[in-house]
């Protein structure tokens, strides 16, 4: 056997590439070539949009799901960095965090496209006649659905780290900027990177509606797969939709494999339980990018280097705590606080003034009264969901063979932009002459559903085994079996679900009381059609009141029905 | 290792005080503590859970300031961690995402060591600690005996003058702690270990007769040092050595000694910390108590040796003492000099039946643990029979922590329940007199 000691002593003579690094570097060029295709169109005239207005051929579509994707991905690049950033300086500073996660929580409830309304003209003004200004407004529309629950699950993760190991850290000299990298960002990343996959699921929604903008005066249509519904939809084209339904999904599904998949494979080392899971998520592309060799050598500097810069030595080792001067401390509270306060009520008297100046109170009780028929929407859709989904989501858990397939579909249907759906939806209600005010509401529900569906999944597939033989065992069946035995075990994953479904429910209201097919419009009673109303005629005080109505609304029902029961479920209900 | 002729101080804290809360006015963990440790000695800190023995360690690891005192490393102030010392952890603190060698490398990277040098002392290390092979494993491939030896390679790698060890062995089974003692001994005696002394918290007190040159006892709440022992049995120690026996049975009289000793003072004779309504208690279920009960009148005498008794039950200090102390606050045991006998009541409550023993149990409840007659007596008088459990938390907040006003509530809230005194409600943290 001397070959293999040849080999060994002559490393050159290895092959350097095997068949796998063939198939990763075909993936990898055809990503760049993609990006640098799609890249062409964002920088240029204004002029150019109107020159080449959207086209209904299917061959097209390509090239659009490529633009929207690439909208996609600076927005979760700026949702991530924005996120380590905000969750960061929030959970290191006592006084920024009494400002951030308040702030963060009012966020998270304001609609996703009233952000756009307000910030459309602002971003255009930024680079005037060019049409990055317009893909900067669309793409920060995509930002603000998906930076608030990022932020928010990291600064969770910082809150909780666990305290062994931070004590380690510091024992051992690490530095802030070391302990980011060696501790605070590994143990927040499965978290994080679910959420990001939430948040992208989310982000079809919303990048597909922000691409065709109508503020006021002001009407874009960005090449995307969004305006390209939008005209499929204007030209009541059924095939044309059909056509962007595939080129949807099979870019969800490419996103979900070279991607998250990846991610959320690699992400499972930095679980912090120390037993090894029995089922671990795996990845093609994962285990593709791994076999190959040339992946290997570049990959080894990039590590190398990546962990050279994670040791610098940047800001000194963290100070003990300072013995703390209880006077001085309150004395700074007090006057934090009074500073924060007092710029809240500069703000209040501003929003309120600009509203004031041409609303009266009838406008708010008006505004009120529409927020309350949404809601009763909202409520209906989320209790009807809850029926229907419950009970075959926990028949899908407890089949493990059949969840396994179930829940990527799920969450597929999750991702889908429901808007895909509008047309069909109009024409059927025209059709069937219809009460709009009942029948686009479903459209509401559309896309946040599958929530409820794949938390009860995880909820049934996650119930201990013992329990359920020994309510066998016990013949518990029926009524009793759903009271004693299973409800309560899957609480905290439907309550997890549900208020996502409701989130959701709300911000897609904007989109789904109002609805278009052809010359058809229609139009729901609701505080979501009263926005986008106010936001087509560019009418800033009506959208800035219905978006603070919305706001108050969502903030309430999380305070006041969300939180609680979501408290009583992890306290009660949660298997230790 | 032989101590050298002129032993040089390492570390010496003076007069050390630690108490938790704002401007340091909470409860006091440790009081007026004064530890010198020289060259060439392993030092063990005993004491039982509450005797700040961990709170010392890390203000010599310059993780925690005290509140008041000195800490001085080789005559200079201690003002943060310093590269001097090095930590190995209870529970390991090994970092899930990283394999063994990444985790042995984290203190020489944080201080950006040369990677050949790094490389270099990082495969010493590991060979040293028996971990070859293991290298591009991560932890949770790892028993939790490996896990450790990565700890222990992840601390020696810095070449630390003093090793700080936090209770290292006793998240691990008895038989791999055992091997692991006896290695880190065999490599220390063989002055193979790169440091020149060791600084090890433990409770358990043969570990640490087993284990060291010098033992010193705190007593809880608030930690003092009570007493300083040397060691002087050469090594290796023999568990069954009759000397070794006579030392550690010298220890458990020792911290016996105080729940004795204060008999008939203003405490009323218990170890527990704090006075009346204020008494800070153990979580101990009524389960342990009964059965250490029937376990003393299967004696004659219904009388024990302490040591020999967690022997038998394979307990350790932190298990037995609060059982056996709850059981004299009682008034169920006396408890002196490492004896534990029953008294004529707690020989009542064995021999009875679960009738007799509510009975009995309610009427000492009644009698020696102020807290269950206040909640009693406040039931009684209300007319609705009703309290909030925040009533009484509130209360104890006065005199303890939050966590330990939590333990002392709950141990009530056990205790009553099985006595049958009154009722609580978890879901609306309400005490009633009957269930609602």
């Known amino acids: 056997m001397s070959e293999p000691v040849l080999r060994r002593a002559h490393p050159a003579l290895r092959a350097p590439f095997n068949i796998w690094d063939l198939v990763a570097l075909a993936i990898i060029l055809g990503i760049f070539i993609t990006i640098s295709h799609g890249a062409r169109g964002t920088v240029a005239p204004l002029q150019t949009l109107s020159q080449a207005p959207i086209s209904l051929d299917p061959w097209r579509l390509p090239e659009y799901a490529v633009r929207t994707s690439m909208r996609m991905i600076a927005a979760m690049a700026a949702s991530l960095a924005f996120a380590l950033g905000y969750a960061t300086l929030a959970a290191k500073s006592r006084h920024a965090e009494m400002v951030l996660i308040p702030l963060l929580d009012i966020l998270q409830s304001v609609p996703v496209l009233g952000f756009l309304s307000f910030t459309v003209t602002g971003f255009m003004a930024l680079a005037p006649g060019n049409v990055v200004g317009v893909e900067f407004a669309s793409i920060f529309a995509v930002f603000t659905s998906q930076a608030w629950n990022m932020a928010f699950s990291f600064y969770q993760s910082l809150k909780t780290l666990p305290g062994d190991l931070e004590e380690a850290a510091n024992a051992f000299g690490l530095t802030p900027w070391q302990k980011f990298w060696r501790l605070e960002a590994p143990y927040g990343a499965p978290s994080l990177i679910w959420n990001m996959m939430m948040s992208m699921a989310g982000g079809w929604f919303f990048v597909t509606a922000a691409e065709a903008l109508s503020v006021g005066n002001t009407t874009v249509t960005l090449p995307g797969v969004g305006s390209y519904i939008a005209a499929a939809n204007q030209a009541q084209d059924f095939g044309a939709v059909g056509w962007a339904v595939l080129a949807m999904g099979v870019t969800i599904v490419i996103f979900d494999q070279l991607v998250f998949r990846p991610l959320v494979a690699w992400a499972e080392k930095f679980h912090m339980e120390l037993t090894a899971s029995s089922d671990p998520p795996t990845s093609w592309m994962l285990d593709l990018l791994r076999r190959t060799r040339l992946m290997a050598r570049v990959g080894r500097p990039v590590g190398a280097g990546a962990r050279w810069l994670a040791s610098f030595r940047i800001l000194r080792p963290l100070p003990r705590p300072a013995a703390l001067s209880a006077r001085g401390e309150r004395t700074f509270d007090v006057v934090w606080l009074a500073v924060v306060v007092g710029l809240a009520l500069v703000a209040g008297r501003e929003i309120f003034g600009f509203i004031a100046r041409e609303l009266t109170w009838a406008d708010l009780i008006q505004a009120v009264e529409l927020a309350c028929l949404t809601l009763l929407r909202v409520v209906v859709l989320i209790a009807l969901a809850s029926v229907v989904w419950t009970p075959i989501g926990v028949w899908i858990g407890l089949h493990p063979k059949v969840a396994e397939r179930v829940q990527p579909i799920a969450q597929f249907l999750a991702a889908f932009p429901a808007n895909l759906f509008y047309g069909p939806a109009v024409s059927l209600i025209i059709m069937g002459k219809l009460d709009p005010n009942i029948f686009l509401s479903p459209l509401m529900i559309l896309g946040t559903q599958w929530y409820i569906l794949f938390n009860v999944i995880a909820g049934a597939s996650a119930y201990p085994t013992d329990l359920r033989q020994a309510a066998q065992s016990f013949g518990v069946k029926g009524w009793q079996w759903w009271r004693t035995v299973m409800t309560p075990g899957i609480l905290p994953y439907f309550v997890t679900g549900a208020l996502t479904a409701s989130g959701g429910a709300w911000n897609a209201a904007m989109l789904s009381e109002v609805a278009s097919w052809g010359a058809h419009h229609l139009r729901a009673a609701g505080l979501g059609a009263y926005i986008a109303d106010a936001t087509t005629k560019g009418d800033y005080p009506r959208i800035v009141l219905g978006v603070a109505v919305m706001s108050v609304f969502v903030v309430a029902l999380n305070r006041t029905i969300w939180r609680p029961l979501y408290a009583l479920a992890e306290r009660r209900y949660r298997f230790a | ?436």
């Open chain 2, 1 to 436: 290792m032989p101590k050298p002729p002129e032993a040089h101080r390492l570390l010496e804290v003076q007069d050390a005080r630690m108490a938790y809360g704002l401007n340091g006015k909470g409860p006091l963990v440790l009081d007026g503590v004064n530890v010198a440790i020289e060259e060439g000695e392993i030092v063990s800190l005993l004491g039982r859970s509450g005797s700040g023995k961990s709170s010392l360690l890390r203000i010599i690891a310059g993780l925690l300031k005290p509140t008041s005192g000195r800490a001085m490393w080789q005559d200079k102030p201690i003002a943060g961690p310093y590269p001097g010392v090095a930590m190995v952890f209870q529970s390991f603190a090994l970092f899930p995402w990283l394999t063994v060698r990444e985790n042995v490398e984290l203190g020489l990277e944080a201080q950006r060591v040369p990677t050949a040098d790094r490389e270099k002392r990082t495969d010493d290390a590991i060979a040293l600690i028996g971990l070859g092979g293991f290298e591009g494993a991560y932890p949770k491939e790892l028993s939790g005996g490996m896990r450790q030896r990565v700890g222990f390679a992840r601390a020696l790698v810095v070449h630390p003058e003093l090793l700080l060890m936090d209770e290292p062995f006793s998240a691990l089974d008895v038989l791999t702690a055992e091997t692991m003692r006896t290695d880190i001994i065999d490599l220390w005696i063989e002055g193979r270990l790169p440091i020149r002394s060791v600084l090890m918290v433990t409770h358990n007190i043969e570990e640490a007769v087993l284990m060291s040159d010098r033992i010193l006892i705190l007593s809880s709440n608030p930690g003092r040092i009570m007493h300083e022992m040397q060691i002087t049995l050469p090594h290796p120690r023999n568990r069954d050595d009759p000397r070794f026996r006579q030392q550690v049975d010298e220890i458990y009289g020792r911290m016996t000694a105080r729940i004795g000793g204060d008999r008939g003072s203003e405490r009323g004779g218990q170890g527990f910390p704090g006075v009346g309504v204020g008494m800070s208690l153990p979580p101990v279920s009524t389960n342990e108590l009964a059965g250490l009960m029937e376990t003393l009148s299967g004696s004659p005498d219904g009388r024990a040796d302490l040591p020999a008794l967690a022997e038998e039950l394979n307990f350790e200090v932190d298990d037995l003492f609060p059982i056996a102390e709850t059981l004299q606050l009682m008034r169920f045991a006396e408890v002196a000099q490492g004896d534990i006998q029953l008294t004529i009541a707690g020989r009542k409550f064995a021999d009875g039946d679960l009738e007799e023993r509510k009975r009995l149990f309610a009427e000492h409840l009644i009698a020696y643990v102020p807290l269950a007659a206040l909640i009693k007596r406040v039931l009684d008088e209300r007319p609705n029979h009703r309290a909030r459990a925040a009533r009484f938390s509130e209360e104890l907040e006065d005199f303890m922590s939050e966590d330990y006003a939590e333990d002392t509530l709950k141990a009530v809230v056990a205790w009553c329940r099985f006595a049958e005194l009154f009722v609580y409600d978890e879901a609306e943290q309400t005490f009633s007199l009957e269930p609602a």
